[in-house]
């Protein structure tokens, strides 16, 4: 089992700036990945950015040049630094981590989601 716990989410204007964090426990050593998901109001959930334990990353087309996902492995934790902040970014975001039970199936798990509000 994994325990995902979100924090960092909050209110601020565009152009901002936050810095969410993401501290993983449990079977953290049979993680393949982890990234964050976000999901607005009558929208499905995106991913957002991506890493793998290899340090490996991917971002969507639209936050490629203001977030960066990172990782501290001492401290289990994945972060995303949010910069340029535009008010699309509104959302619930999710920090996922991907787990792979046998070679071809991976089961995902999901920390509560913290709230990411940008204001115009």
């Known amino acids: 089992q994994v325990q995902l716990v979100e924090s960092g989410g909050g209110l601020v204007q565009a152009g901002g700036s936050l810095r969410l964090s993401c501290v993983a426990s449990?079977?953290?050593?049979?993680?393949?990945?982890m990234g964050w998901y976000r999901q607005a109001p009558g929208k499905q959930r995106e991913l957002v950015a991506a890493?793998?334990?290899?340090?490996?990353?991917n971002y969507a087309d639209s936050v490629k040049g203001r977030f960066t996902i990172s990782r501290d492995n001492a401290k289990n934790t994945v972060y995303l630094q949010m910069n340029s902040l535009k008010p699309e970014d509104t959302a619930v975001y999710y920090c996922n981590a991907k787990v792979g039970l046998l070679r071809s199936v991976v089961i995902d798990y999901w920390g509560q989601g913290t709230q990411v509000i940008v204001s115009s």
């Open positions: 890493i793998t334990r290899v340090g490996d990353t």
């Open positions: 449990g079977s953290i050593f049979s993680i393949n990945a």
